[in-house]
Nanobody, 124 residues
Framework: QVQLVESGGGLVQAGGSLRLSCVVS????????LGWFRQAPGKEREFVAA????????DYSDSVKGRFTISRDNAKKTVYLQMSNLKPEDTAVYSC?????????????????WGQGTQVTVSS
């Protein structure tokens, strides 16, 4: 059984930084492309960033490009999301997803496994 557990969320002032972590257990981590998504109250889940199975390629939504960085550590079975210059509109529950394929995808339904999420709140 594949499990994903996120951590690192919290309350931060605008302009601040946070690093989210997502630990994957019960599966073959190196096989997965991994993504971060977020969902704000009353809104649909939206794509934030994703990283290729090999870690050699990554994608970002336009709203976070240049501010967020996704990375992975296969030895620790962990994917990270470094968030900098945070804005109030970044406030949401952030979740990580895994898919057993090489390529990343910006669509939530293309991911098989999900964590419960971690809350990020950015105050103005």
């Amino acid at each position: 059984q594949v499990q994903l557990v996120e951590s690192g969320g919290g309350l931060v002032q605008a302009g601040g930084s946070l690093r989210l972590s997502c630990v994957v257990s019960g599966g073959t981590f190196y096989r997965y492309a991994l993504g971060w998504f977020r969902q704000a109250p009353g809104k649909e889940r939206e794509f934030v960033a994703a990283i290729h199975r090999t870690g050699g390629d990554s994608d970002y939504s336009d709203s976070v490009k240049g501010r967020f960085t996704i990375s992975r550590d296969n030895a620790k079975k962990t994917v990270y999301l470094q968030m900098s210059n945070l804005k109030p509109e970044d406030t949401a529950v952030y979740s990580c997803g895994a898919r057993d394929t090489i390529l990343t995808a910006p669509i939530p339904r293309d991911y098989t496994y999900w964590g419960q999420g971690t809350q990020v709140t950015v105050s103005s």
